[in-house]
């Protein structure tokens, strides 16, 4: 990379981050990554997979300018990890893209410029590196500025033109906050341009394969025990689940009409416990589906079993989305809910994948691969959705009930939308004095936005 180019990288660095808040600006920087990554690394861009994480990332950053959120600054954060650190290797796994990338990011410069160079190791001996006088430079620079600026103070006393000369020399146009931040990414640049693995991690993933491969030790008395007691603990708790099932299925159609505190305590009471079940029972597959027992001819009784198990946590999770639901529908969108869906989704998919990994004779290795990617997927894709409107549109339109100061303490997101109800009847005085003074406060802040700051609300506001 040609060092104008990390100059002038530099220099826009600083001139879209310093003394500015998020939003049009991380926008502009995400192009400027893609393009220096794109510059040093054409040949990667020739990868599918490269394009999609480009692709990514740029939506994340493109997010954050529609509707800036915590949510959407992790995922665009995120999404320049993985793309530095695809880079690096582009067989790599995603949480290994995660791992080459921060240290790229943080430790590229010291890696390439101090960590030793195997590549230089030809035949057995080290090519010579230039070595650089640092107390050479020291010299130059150091003594220099100390003897000019000793004589320039000798001459002030000794001649009051040359003094009211030097006097009037203003260098107050210097800013040095600026010129930290413009140093600061500098240094990010020149770290990124050209992205570095941490090896080892790298070598063990690429070496790693996602089949599982019988092991030496296989032991058929051995295995036959460990199935039997598979069968028997998978066979218990399929019943213990089925009796479950039952009993909620029947309690929840034993009523009409199942009160909100009925839902609520339901909700808080058990579906930690629930979710945790999940959990331990996917581990539980693991550690029974982890060695030579796939391969053990006696064992389809115990794959038919967990097949069967897979599918009632299905249901379980089903029934979890269920309670969830009518707890929305009486009170009312929250960010935890959400996070349940999305925990609940992200169980079914270590499910499906379990039911796969035990069906095709994979590693653990491969779960972790396939959920890290759908993990990531979810992660981009969620944050592209502003989830403050949508809660307020729900909890004013479709729920039963709400807790309107929990409304007011979401992010500006819903601004806007909050000033829109003003026109409710339903509202009472103390509810209209907190929605004009939350919409005062944001049309200010967005009126005194630097172009380096603006959001799209900037352009919706003109038309209020």
Do not use: C
Not at 12 to 33: A, E, M, P, R, V
Not at 417 to 437: F, G, H, P, V, Y
Request: proline letters at 1%; zero cysteines.
């Amino acid at each position: 990379m040609k060092k104008p180019a990390l100059f002038i990288a530099a220099i826009l660095f600083s001139t879209f981050f310093y003394d500015q808040s998020i939003g049009l600006n991380l926008f502009l920087f995400s192009i400027l990554t893609v393009v220096i990554l794109f510059i040093n690394n054409q040949s990667q861009f020739k990868n599918r997979k490269t394009l999609i994480y480009s692709i990514a990332y740029l939506i994340t950053g493109l997010t954050i300018f529609f509707h800036s959120s915590t949510l959407s600054v992790i995922a665009n954060l995120v999404a320049f990890f993985t793309l530095i650190g695809h880079l690096s290797e582009t067989k790599s796994s995603i949480y290994v893209s995660w791992l080459n990338g921060l240290y790229t990011t943080i430790a590229g410069f010291f890696h390439r410029n101090f960590a030793i160079n195997e590549t230089n190791v030809i035949e057995g001996q080290e090519k010579q590196k230039v070595k650089i006088d640092y107390l050479h430079w020291a010299k130059i620079i150091i003594i220099p500025a100390v003897i000019l600026i000793t004589f320039i103070t000798l001459y002030k006393n000794g001649n009051p033109v040359f003094s009211n000369i030097i006097e009037k020399i203003d260098f107050g146009f210097i800013n040095i906050q600026w010129l930290l931040v413009a140093g600061l990414g500098y240094y990010l640049f020149n770290n990124i341009h050209a992205p570095i693995e941490v090896e080892p991690a790298t070598e063990l993933d690429l070496k790693t394969e996602n089949t599982l491969l019988k092991t030496n030790a296989f032991s058929i008395p051995k295995l036959k025990q460990e199935n039997q007691l598979g069968i028997i603990l998978i066979s218990l708790l399929n019943a213990l689940i089925v009796l479950y099932l039952i009993t909620d299925v029947a309690f929840l159609t034993s009523q009409q009409d199942i009160r909100a505190s009925v839902y609520s305590a339901q909700v808080h009471s058990g579906i930690n416990a629930l979710i945790a079940s999940i959990v331990i029972a996917i581990l539980i597959l693991l550690y029974v589906f982890r060695g030579n027992l796939n391969f053990y001819d006696g064992n389809k009784s115990l794959k038919r079993l967990a097949f069967t198990w897979i599918i009632l946590n299905i249901l379980l999770v089903l029934s979890i989305v269920f309670k969830n639901g009518q707890y929305i529908y009486y009170f009312g969108l929250t960010y935890k809910r959400i996070g349940v869906m999305f925990y609940l989704l992200l169980a079914t998919i270590g499910l499906a994948t379990t039911l796969f990994k035990i069906y095709s004779v994979k590693n653990n290795w491969y779960l972790f691969r396939i959920n890290t990617q759908a993990a990531f997927i979810i992660l981009i894709a969620s944050s592209t959705i502003n989830w403050d409107y949508h809660i307020t549109n729900f909890n004013f339109n479709y729920a039963q009930s709400m807790d309107f100061g929990y409304l007011i303490d979401l992010s500006d997101n819903n601004t806007f939308l909050l000033s829109e109800q003003l026109e409710n009847k339903s509202l009472n005085d103390d509810a209209i004095r907190l929605i004009e003074s939350k919409y005062n406060t944001y049309a200010y802040k967005l009126r005194t936005n630097n172009w380096q700051e603006l959001l799209y609300d900037n352009f919706k506001l003109d038309t209020k």
